[in-house]
């Protein structure tokens, strides 16, 4: 079974920084692309930032020269560093990930299940 689990939301100040970081875990053969996406309240969910099985990345306008999304292809992992936050980034960011299982024929579309990001004073 495959899963991905993130860590690193919380609550910061405008301006402040925070770290995402999301673990992919189970029987897996190869992961494609991986990134993460964010939903405000009564808003749909967008893509944030996004980075491929090379490392080529994509951005949302809203967070270009802010975030940075990086990841470890021997662990598993995808980080979104996210810098000189604003309120407007306040949402619940979740990370997801093309992954063709160990024993499946086709890759699946994975969601983690979100970590609550808050930019307030």
């Known amino acids: 079974q495959v899963q991905l689990v993130e860590s690193g939301g919380g609550l910061v100040q405008p301006g402040g920084s925070l770290r995402l970081s999301c673990l992919a875990s189970g029987s897996i053969f190869s992961i494609n692309a991986m990134g993460w996406y964010r939903q405000a309240p009564g808003k749909q969910r967008e893509l944030v930032a996004a980075i491929t099985s090379g490392s080529d990345t994509n951005y949302a306008d809203s967070v270009k020269g802010r975030f940075t999304i990086s990841r470890d292809n021997a662990k598993n992992t995808v980080s979104l560093q996210m810098n000189s936050l604003k309120p407007e980034d306040t949402a619940v960011y979740y990370c997801?990930?093309?992954?063709?299982?160990?024993?499946?024929?086709?890759?699946?579309?994975?969601w983690g299940q979100g970590t609550q990001v808050t930019v307030s004073s």
């Open positions: 997801n990930a093309l992954i063709k299982g160990a024993t499946e024929e086709k890759v699946y579309d994975y």
